[in-house]
Nanobody, 131 residues
């Protein structure tokens, strides 16, 4: 069974940091772009960050640039999201996703929020930032 499992969410005060992890199992995600998305209560899902299969290309939503960093470890079949200077508006369920295929296409699909275009999704981890 192919799975993406997120972890690392929790409650943190504004200005604090959290590191989310996304562990893949059941197949190798080495050839897939990996991305993070989030959905705040009562709002639509939005793109947060994406990283190419090699780790050589990273994309971020404007709202998290300079505060969040995406990374991956292909040997561990995992991706990560380091979140610093957290704000209450970062409160959301954070989801990990994977998309295979040519790098440019995969990254475009992630940035564009084409949720139906993802190959796999995790079930999410809740991040709550208190003011």
């Amino acid at each position: 069974q192919v799975q993406l499992v997120e972890s690392g969410g929790g409650l943190v005060q504004a200005g604090g940091s959290l590191r989310l992890s996304c562990a893949g199992s059941g197949r190798s995600f080495t050839g897939s772009a990996m991305g993070w998305f989030r959905q705040a209560p009562g709002k639509d899902s939005e793109f947060v960050a994406a990283i190419s299969w090699s780790g050589g290309t990273e994309n971020y939503a404007d709202s998290v640039k300079g505060r969040f960093t995406i990374s991956r470890d292909n040997a561990r079949n995992s991706a990560y999201l380091q979140m610093n200077s957290l704000k209450p508006e970062d409160t959301a369920v954070y989801y990990c996703a994977a998309r295979s295929g040519p790098t440019t296409q995969a990254m475009d699909v992630m940035r564009g929020g084409d949720y139906s275009g993802m190959d796999y999704w995790g079930k999410g981890t809740l991040v709550t930032v208190s003011s």
